[in-house]
T-cell receptor
Framework: GIQVEQSPPDLILQEGANSTLRCNFSDSVNNLQWFHQNPWGQLINLFYIPSGTKQNGRLSATTVATERYSLLYISSSQTTDSGVYFCAVDWSGGKLIFGQGTELSVKP | GAGVSQSPSNKVTEKGKDVELRCDPISGHTALYWYRQSLGQGLEFLIYFQGNSAPDKSGLPSDRFSAERTGGSVSTLTIQRTQQEDSAVYLC???????????FGPGTRLLVL
């Protein structure tokens, strides 16, 4: 089956810093989503981005489908950005295959 | 409108007992998904419904696990004869259609003693 790898596994930032999270996948996909899992465990949709670039406030994402990777950019990080960021791909008929996540900690 | 809701939010049970977990999807969403999150396995797909039928049950870990969906809305995940390795957070998601954005509920935290 398809493999989804995220890097880095852990990241510690000072408030105000920028960061880039990466997601590599091993096969063509129909869909790619980025999620933020907050400290209470809720998975929050960030982007639905099978290709191209999208921006939402301080966050933006780019997926290069032909090269099988996606990037999530966080600018001017805030403590509320802390949590785990997941990339998930829809490879076959709607089921999402998740990466192992990047655990982000933003220090004040 | 309301998001995906799940109940109960927490469940503690004894090994060997049966449990039922409930998911209420976003109104109008035809696709519904169950996932499981555990420390050792990360987030893994269990089963997917389109309407009331389940085209993909490939993620169910054993025949102790079953799910149904009625009226194209509410879904129930049943685990029979629970084992300690079933302890996990069970997450439900829904989407307007297949290959659309999936929206997740808050999860049910299951602990099997």
């Amino acid at each position: 089956g398809i493999q989804v790898e995220q890097s880095p596994p852990d990241l510690i930032l000072q408030e105000g810093a920028n960061s880039t999270l990466r997601c590599n996948f091993s096969d063509s996909v129909n869909n790619l989503q980025w999620f933020h899992q907050n400290p209470w465990g809720q998975l929050i949709n960030l982007f639905y981005i099978p290709s191209g670039t999208k921006q939402n406030g301080r966050l933006s994402a780019t997926t290069v489908a032909t090269e099988r990777y996606s990037l999530l950019y966080i600018s001017s990080s805030q403590t509320t950005d802390s949590g785990v960021y997941f990339c998930a791909v829809d490879w076959s008929g709607g089921k999402l295959i998740f990466g192992q996540g990047t655990e982000l900690s933003v220090k004040p | 409108g309301a998001g995906v809701s799940q109940s109960p939010s927490n469940k503690v049970t004894e090994k060997g007992k049966d449990v039922e977990l409930r998911c209420d999807p976003i109104s109008g969403h035809t696709a519904l998904y169950w996932y499981r999150q555990s420390l050792g396995q990360g987030l893994e797909f269990l089963i997917y419904f389109q309407g009331n039928s389940a085209p993909d049950k490939s993620g169910l870990p054993s025949d102790r696990f079953s799910a149904e969906r009625t009226g194209g809305s509410v879904s129930t995940l049943t685990i029979q004869r629970t084992q300690q390795e079933d302890s996990a957070v069970y997450l439900c998601a829904s989407s307007f259609g297949t290959w659309e954005t999936q929206y997740f509920g808050p999860g049910t935290r299951l602990l099997v003693l």
